[in-house]
């Protein structure tokens, strides 16, 4: 894993704080103390590129709908292809959740 050279103390912590987050509301808060608006930006479209990735879109519409470069997203789709499953992860919870809250 790449984030293993920055394994440590350090991030721990920032993981531990983010644990600590309640919900939505908090991230919200803790967000916009710790990062820039651009990088803050970044991570979410990196996420709707995963996302779009998955349902497969194609890279025409993805840029159109998401305004990432084609760059960001071959970086996604490598990631998504031969990274640690990371994106994988979050995405099938999200889709559960959202599958939870229809069936209600």
Do not use: W
């Not at 990735?53 to 997203?73: C, K, N």
């Not at 998504?80 to 992860?89: A, S, V």
Request: a negative charge.
């Amino acid at each position: 894993m790449q984030i293993d050279k920055l394994r440590g103390e350090q991030l721990d912590q920032l993981f531990d704080a983010m644990l600590t987050l309640k919900d939505r509301e908090e991230y919200y808060r803790f967000f916009d103390d710790i990062a820039t608006m651009s990088e803050i930006q970044s991570f979410a479209q990196r996420l709707q590129v995963a996302k779009m990735l998955r349902e497969g879109h194609t890279y025409h519409a993805i840029v159109q709908e998401s305004s990432a470069s084609t760059t960001t997203i071959s970086r996604v789709k490598r990631c998504l292809n031969y990274g640690n499953d990371g994106y994988q992860m979050v995405l099938d919870r999200m889709d559960d959740q959202e599958k939870e809250q229809n069936d209600k």
